[in-house]
């Protein structure tokens, strides 16, 4: 079993739709919790960083946390055909460095 | 841009032969990791180093090996290629040696092995 967990889609939505992307885990020495964009043929680009549970928001995004349910999601509102793109979360413990990643998820976003 | 370059951008190359993966990390950064992302492991954490020393391993095949030199540039080595490591090899850099910080990932390099 894959300590990250998260479906591949694709997912297709018209513009202005929400947008909600997920990821279990199964490691609870998890503590830091990020979604990356990644555009075609492009590095990774970190959107969201989170510590622990809770919610943050930035603009459009907002990222939130549940360790209870061991259970992250990445909400995107008004979404943007310039949004489409691969999603992945990551995830980091606390003591160290190296960051597990999700599968990502291909989102397009239809004008 | 995150700051992160990686060279080449594409490479091709028949098996059994090895390539060198060039990363030069955002500047002032001095911890440096290696990621392979392919299509059925998705992204996954190969080496880290921090100002020239190894700091963490993971999911490296021995036939892989890696080093950061003084100018804290780094190179990845890939040997005895085999079909199955086909991929994207891409390089990031962060601040600090417990990777708090944001991790910078760079356009990474396309390596196909025929």
């Known amino acids: 079993q894959k300590e990250v967990e998260q479906d591949p889609g694709p997912l297709s939505v018209p513009e202005g739709a929400i947008v909600s992307l997920n990821c279990t885990y199964s490691?609870?020495?998890?503590?830091?919790f990020m979604w990356y964009r990644q555009y075609s043929r492009k590095g990774p680009e970190l959107l969201m960083y989170t510590y622990s549970s809770g919610n943050k928001e930035d603009g459009r995004f907002t990222a939130q946390v549940d360790k209870s349910s061991k259970y992250i999601s990445l909400f995107i509102r008004d979404s943007q055909p310039s949004d489409s793109a691969t999603y992945l979360c990551a995830m980091r413990e606390t003591s160290g460095s190296r960051l597990t990643f999700g599968e990502g998820t291909q989102l397009t976003v239809n004008p | 841009d995150s700051g992160v370059t990686q060279t080449p951008k594409h490479l091709i190359t028949a098996t059994g032969q090895r390539v060198t993966l060039r990363c030069s990390p955002r500047s002032g950064d001095l911890s440096v990791y290696w990621y392979q992302q392919s299509l059925d492991q998705g992204l996954q954490f190969l080496i880290q180093?921090?100002?020239?020393?190894?700091?963490a391993k993971g999911n490296i095949l021995e036939r892989f090996s890696a080093q950061q030199f003084p100018d804290l540039h780094s190179e990845l080595n890939l040997s005895s290629l085999e079909l199955g490591d086909s991929a994207l090899y891409f390089c990031?850099?962060?601040?600090?040696?417990?990777?708090?910080?944001?991790?910078?990932f760079g356009p990474g390099t396309r390596l196909l092995v025929l």
């Open positions: 490691n609870s020495a998890f503590q830091y």
């Open positions: 180093y921090y100002n020239g020393e190894e700091r």
């Open positions: 990031a850099s962060s601040g600090g040696l417990a990777g708090t910080e944001t991790q910078y």
